[in-house]
């Protein structure tokens, strides 16, 4: 559980950080991102009187982009690319392969909260395809064999 | 020793991290001096991690590296099992005409002093003592059209915002390359960074702009982090700031980073996103040009567009028009992606056919099979089956065949691919990057789902339905996601009908 008074002191910085730039909605929340792990429903209001916007229309932005967390995601995310140069290369096998050892679907963390599985479309990787991305480390070629691999890995 | 180790995220997810480390190491063990340099990539995605080592013979290339194969980089190299010869030298790099990445994987990304040294800066060196009015008159006179897709000429856009009059302009480049199958921003970006500067930079001495923003999807890492380092690096040279190489007038970038929507790629959505909205698109009118970012005149261009108006002016607007066919002029970076044995990246003019680019430079499927289907341009791009291979690679050669370029992204699939899990695909993706401005991409796009389903249960009578809503969807959505959506749909549908027509008791 988050401390609220550490969450406040620090969005307050973030906040103050971003007060120049033109359009600070994006910087901020990914700063909070960065910071927190997720968007707490409780910085919302602060971030909302800072940029005199609504809770709602800060909301609607959140919910918006698939970046933004609204709870915290697993211990590790694994990102597997769903787009159509890795599926020319067998992604969907791949995905099927990680759902099922996981046990999880897309978007799902496993029980013990060690893996969020999400899917990307495009890591920009469609030359070596089927493409991952394992808590922002980038993995081209990724076979079932690979998936296993990076599985234990994050399981270790 | 000065070793070259890429950089580039498709070289670091096949392990050129790891291959870096293991070289320094074996330097240390060996107590040798080893000067290791990160470039971005040569483009040759399955040579790589591509090592180069430079010799009295030139750069001579190692490649694909593992770390097994470092301790022969420090033997004799002539013996290396994975020597490749001069890197130059090379039927990929030599069949090429590399203008606007001719710099790309040769020199040190975020060295100024090697740019300058490979032609860099001496376009804005020239653009700096020319007015507004003849900068835009030789983008035009280039050719030069939106390489992110649209194939708008350049040159229009940036008369119209030149022309406007604000108390503020800016320059916005669209780096949210989302489209699968392209990756040539984040090449550009990732191994050449001054490019896109200095190209962002002419575009605010001819429009009168004096901020910029680079807005880099947030699924690119190191394209965001070598940009950042770069911008960072170019003002403290002058060459960004208060002064544009010390006699300019102002003109600084900003790097935002997007939040996962592919719908922030459409230039308007862009914009709200920048603004900090949800990237929903605006309507056309009012044009970006004339009420963009904060209601300001803004130039919106692509990566590879900014990055291409420097060798436009370092070597001329007649040198680059010379390239190319009909109103296609210049060249454009071909993404070769998908099942293929060589896959890439490869500047080259317009021009080639589809199949001199599938069966010729990419060598046909990495698996062995025969190729059923390319799709050209990104998710809302056509399949072009065999029978249209003879399609020159141009924007109204592609138009004319219902289709697109795009931002020159192809995908190859084999033989196994089934065509209507495709076109479900291509509604199902777009159902979910709908931004939910308009009916027919919202609603449509989830209707189209649906009635693949039926298509595939065996009920012959939702095709002409499916046909219907494409018609709908195409002509009634307000951008490309909702709108082009129809195109690989209906390409499917069109050119491999076999795979649309399921029986249904094969179906239960």
């Given at each position: 559980?988050?401390?609220?008074?550490?969450?406040?002191?620090?969005?307050?910085d973030?906040?103050?950080?971003?007060?120049?730039l033109e359009?600070?909605?994006?910087?901020?929340?990914?700063?909070?991102?960065?910071?927190?792990?997720?968007?707490?429903?409780?910085t919302?209001?602060?971030?909302?009187k800072?940029?005199?916007?609504?809770?709602?229309?800060?909301?609607?932005?959140?919910?918006f982009?698939?970046?933004?967390r609204?709870?915290?995601a697993?211990?590790?995310?694994?990102?597997?690319?769903?787009a159509?140069?890795?599926?020319?290369?067998?992604?969907?096998?791949?995905?099927?392969?990680?759902q099922?050892?996981?046990?999880?679907?897309?978007?799902g963390?496993?029980?013990?909260?060690?893996?969020?599985?999400?899917?990307?479309?495009?890591?920009?990787?469609?030359?070596?395809?089927?493409?991952?991305?394992?808590?922002?480390?980038?993995?081209?070629?990724?076979?079932?064999?690979?998936i296993d691999?990076?599985i234990a890995?994050?399981r270790? | 020793m000065?070793i070259?180790?890429p950089?580039?995220?498709?070289?670091?997810?096949l392990?050129?991290?790891?291959?870096?480390?293991?070289?320094a190491?074996?330097?240390?063990?060996?107590?040798r001096?080893?000067?290791?340099?990160r470039?971005?990539?040569?483009g040759?995605?399955?040579?790589?991690?591509?090592?180069?080592?430079?010799?009295?013979?030139?750069?001579?290339?190692?490649?694909?590296?593992?770390?097994?194969d470092?301790?022969?980089l420090?033997a004799?190299?002539?013996?290396h099992?994975?020597?490749?010869?001069?890197?130059?030298?090379?039927p990929?790099?030599?069949g090429q005409?590399?203008?606007?990445?001719?710099?790309?994987?040769?020199?040190?990304?975020?060295?100024?002093?090697?740019?300058?040294?490979?032609?860099?800066?001496?376009?804005?060196?020239?653009?700096?003592?020319m007015?507004?009015?003849?900068?835009?008159?030789?983008?035009?006179?280039?050719?030069?059209?939106?390489?992110?897709?649209a194939?708008?000429?350049?040159?229009i856009?940036w008369?119209?915002?030149?022309?406007?009059?604000?108390?503020?302009?800016?320059?916005?480049?669209?780096?949210?390359?989302?489209?699968?199958?392209?990756?040539?921003?984040?090449?550009?970006?990732?191994?050449?960074?001054?490019?896109?500067?200095?190209?962002?930079?002419?575009?605010?001495?001819?429009?009168?702009?004096?901020?910029?923003?680079?807005?880099?999807?947030?699924?690119?890492?190191v394209?965001?982090?070598?940009?950042?380092?770069?911008?960072?690096?170019?003002?403290?040279a002058?060459?960004?700031?208060?002064?544009?190489?010390?006699?300019?007038?102002?003109?600084?970038?900003?790097?935002?980073?997007g939040?996962?929507?592919?719908?922030?790629?459409?230039e308007?959505?862009?914009l709200?996103?920048?603004?900090?909205?949800?990237?929903?698109?605006?309507?056309?009118?009012?044009?970006?040009?004339?009420?963009?970012?904060l209601?300001?005149?803004?130039v919106?261009n692509n990566?590879?567009?900014?990055?291409?108006?420097p060798?436009?002016?370092?070597?001329?607007?007649?040198?680059?028009?010379?390239?190319?066919?009909?109103?296609?002029?210049?060249?454009?970076?071909?993404?070769?992606?998908?099942?293929?044995?060589?896959?890439?990246?490869?500047?080259?003019?317009?021009?080639?056919?589809?199949?001199d680019?599938?069966?010729?430079?990419?060598?046909?499927?990495?698996?062995?099979?025969?190729?059923?289907?390319?799709?050209?341009?990104?998710?809302?791009?056509a399949?072009?089956?065999?029978?249209?291979f003879?399609?020159p690679?141009?924007?109204?050669?592609?138009?004319?065949?219902?289709?697109?370029?795009?931002?020159?992204?192809?995908?190859?699939?084999?033989?196994?691919a089934?065509?209507?899990?495709q076109?479900?695909?291509?509604?199902?993706?777009?159902?979910?990057?709908?931004?939910?401005?308009?009916?027919?991409?919202?609603?449509?796009?989830?209707?189209?789902?649906?009635?693949?389903?039926?298509?595939?249960?065996?009920?012959a009578?939702?095709?002409?339905?499916?046909?219907?809503?494409?018609?709908?969807?195409?002509?009634?959505?307000?951008?490309?996601?909702?709108?082009?959506?129809?195109?690989?749909?209906?390409?499917?549908?069109?050119?491999?009908?076999?795979?649309?027509?399921r029986?249904?008791?094969?179906?239960?």
């Amino acid at each position: 559980m988050l401390d609220v008074s550490m969450v406040s002191d620090r969005v307050a910085d973030i906040l103050a950080a971003h007060r120049d730039l033109e359009g600070p909605l994006l910087p901020i929340l990914h700063a909070i991102q960065a910071e927190f792990g997720y968007i707490p429903q409780s910085t919302l209001p602060g971030i909302a009187k800072a940029l005199n916007l609504s809770k709602a229309e800060v909301h609607g932005v959140i919910s918006f982009y698939h970046d933004f967390r609204e709870a915290p995601a697993g211990r590790h995310v694994l990102k597997l690319c769903r787009a159509e140069a890795c599926q020319a290369m067998g992604a969907d096998r791949v995905a099927a392969h990680a759902q099922g050892t996981l046990g999880v679907d897309w978007h799902g963390t496993t029980e013990d909260g060690a893996v969020t599985l999400e899917p990307v479309f495009c890591l920009g990787l469609c030359a070596c395809g089927p493409a991952a991305m394992v808590d922002g480390r980038l993995v081209g070629r990724c076979d079932e064999v690979e998936i296993d691999a990076l599985i234990a890995e994050v399981r270790a | 020793m000065k070793i070259y180790i890429p950089l580039d995220s498709a070289a670091v997810a096949l392990g050129a991290d790891a291959l870096a480390a293991a070289v320094a190491a074996e330097a240390r063990r060996l107590d040798r001096e080893v000067e290791i340099i990160r470039n971005g990539s040569r483009g040759m995605v399955w040579l790589e991690p591509l090592v180069e080592v430079v010799t009295p013979q030139g750069r001579i290339g190692f490649g694909p590296m593992t770390p097994a194969d470092v301790p022969g980089l420090f033997a004799d190299l002539a013996v290396h099992p994975k020597a490749l010869g001069p890197v130059e030298e090379l039927p990929w790099m030599k069949g090429q005409t590399r203008l606007t990445f001719a710099r790309v994987g040769i020199i040190d990304p975020l060295s100024l002093a090697d740019y300058e040294a490979e032609g860099g800066l001496s376009g804005l060196r020239k653009a700096v003592a020319m007015d507004p009015a003849a900068i835009v008159a030789e983008v035009t006179a280039s050719g030069l059209r939106g390489r992110g897709g649209a194939g708008f000429p350049t040159g229009i856009k940036w008369k119209t915002v030149s022309e406007a009059v604000a108390d503020r302009k800016y320059i916005v480049c669209n780096a949210d390359e989302g489209d699968s199958a392209t990756f040539a921003d984040r090449m550009l970006m990732e191994g050449d960074p001054f490019t896109l500067i200095e190209g962002m930079i002419i575009a605010g001495l001819a429009t009168g702009a004096t901020k910029g923003f680079v807005y880099i999807r947030s699924e690119y890492p190191v394209a965001i982090r070598v940009m950042e380092e770069a911008c960072r690096l170019a003002r403290a040279a002058g060459l960004l700031g208060g002064s544009v190489l010390g006699s300019g007038p102002a003109f600084d970038i900003e790097i935002r980073v997007g939040a996962g929507a592919y719908v922030c790629g459409e230039e308007t959505s862009l914009l709200n996103s920048l603004e900090g909205k949800r990237g929903v698109v605006r309507a056309k009118p009012p044009l970006p040009a004339l009420e963009g970012f904060l209601g300001r005149p803004t130039v919106v261009n692509n990566v590879i567009s900014l990055a291409s108006v420097p060798v436009i002016f370092e070597k001329g607007a007649a040198f680059y028009k010379d390239f190319g066919l009909g109103r296609s002029r210049g060249t454009i970076p071909l993404q070769i992606a998908g099942n293929v044995r060589f896959g890439g990246l490869y500047e080259v003019a317009f021009g080639l056919t589809l199949g001199d680019i599938v069966d010729g430079i990419a060598g046909g499927c990495a698996t062995g099979r025969p190729v059923k289907a390319v799709q050209v341009g990104g998710p809302l791009g056509a399949y072009h089956p065999r029978s249209e291979f003879d399609t020159p690679f141009g924007y109204e050669e592609f138009a004319g065949k219902d289709g697109l370029i795009g931002h020159a992204g192809l995908t190859v699939f084999d033989d196994s691919a089934d065509m209507l899990k495709q076109a479900r695909f291509a509604m199902e993706f777009c159902a979910i990057e709908s931004c939910g401005k308009c009916t027919p991409c919202r609603i449509g796009a989830v209707r189209g789902v649906e009635t693949v389903d039926r298509i595939a249960k065996g009920d012959a009578a939702a095709i002409p339905l499916l046909t219907d809503l494409c018609v709908t969807m195409k002509s009634g959505s307000l951008c490309a996601l909702g709108g082009f959506t129809p195109y690989p749909v209906m390409s499917a549908l069109t050119h491999f009908p076999d795979d649309f027509a399921r029986s249904k008791e094969a179906a239960e």
